[in-house]
């Protein structure tokens, strides 16, 4: 057992060192991702996110803190999301089901169902994810469609915001913008840097907003 055990984690370790996609949100590469999107004058909202694939098995986890500007802050969320992936045969595009559960402050637990997708066409990559959730005066939609385009030296095109939908109190948050990215190799193995910049526009709240991080794949 031991000796099966040790054989299956060089195998995941070999396959993680050999793949690594900075864009693609299923990568097998560990990754840790620093986020924040900020609402004009008003408050920024800092997500700290770590993933990663493990055979057919996709792990995510985040939390959500609010910087308000005027006020004191406030921490919004955590959560945990497993999907089991499935791949076309020509490996071009994934998909995968799963459960997530969420702990959401000042109302409590949620949990739910989530489908992430990430399909590629030449040059061009969509990606999707969304979760969506219920518990006691909880019910709540995360959607968040990617349409991404690789140049050279490492660039890239995204547009890929994260729409938030709360049915209970009637507020919700659909930001549409386009923004550029640009992802630093190292000359040998090691840490991949993935830099994003990318304005939007909130279509419900009429209100200007920057999507902006880091994002390290180890």
């Not at 994934?94 to 402050?105: A, K, R």
């Not at 990617?146 to 915001?161: A, L, T």
């Not at 550029?180 to 840490?191: M, Q, S, V, W």
């Not at 009429?206 to 994002?215: I, N, Q, S, W």
Request: proline share 4%; aromatic share 16%.
């Amino acid at each position: 057992m031991k000796k099966l055990f040790l054989t299956l984690v060089i195998c995941s370790v070999f396959n993680i060192a050999q793949s690594q996609d900075a864009n693609n949100p299923i990568d097998p590469s560990p990754t840790l991702g620093i986020w924040n999107r900020f609402y004009g004058d008003d408050f920024s909202r800092l997500q700290i996110l770590g993933n990663v694939t493990l055979n057919k098995w996709f792990l995510r986890a985040t939390a959500e803190q609010e910087f308000n500007y005027n006020a004191d802050n406030d921490f919004k969320s955590a959560n945990f999301l497993v999907a089991r992936l499935f791949s076309s045969k020509n490996g071009k595009h994934q998909f995968g089901l799963g459960g997530v559960i969420s702990y959401i402050n000042h109302k409590g637990f949620a949990g739910g169902v989530n489908f992430v997708s990430v399909s590629k066409f030449g040059a061009w990559k969509a990606i999707t994810l969304t979760t969506l959730q219920g518990g006691s005066d909880i019910f709540t939609m995360e959607f968040q469609p990617g349409i991404y385009k690789d140049f050279d030296k490492g660039w890239y095109f995204r547009s890929h915001p994260r729409m938030l939908f709360d049915f209970t109190n009637g507020q919700h948050e659909v930001p549409l913008g386009a923004g550029f990215g640009k992802i630093l190799k190292p000359a040998e193995e090691g840490t991949v840097f993935n830099l994003f910049f990318e304005p939007q526009y909130d279509v419900v709240n009429t209100r200007v907003m920057l999507y902006a991080g880091v994002k390290m794949l180890f």
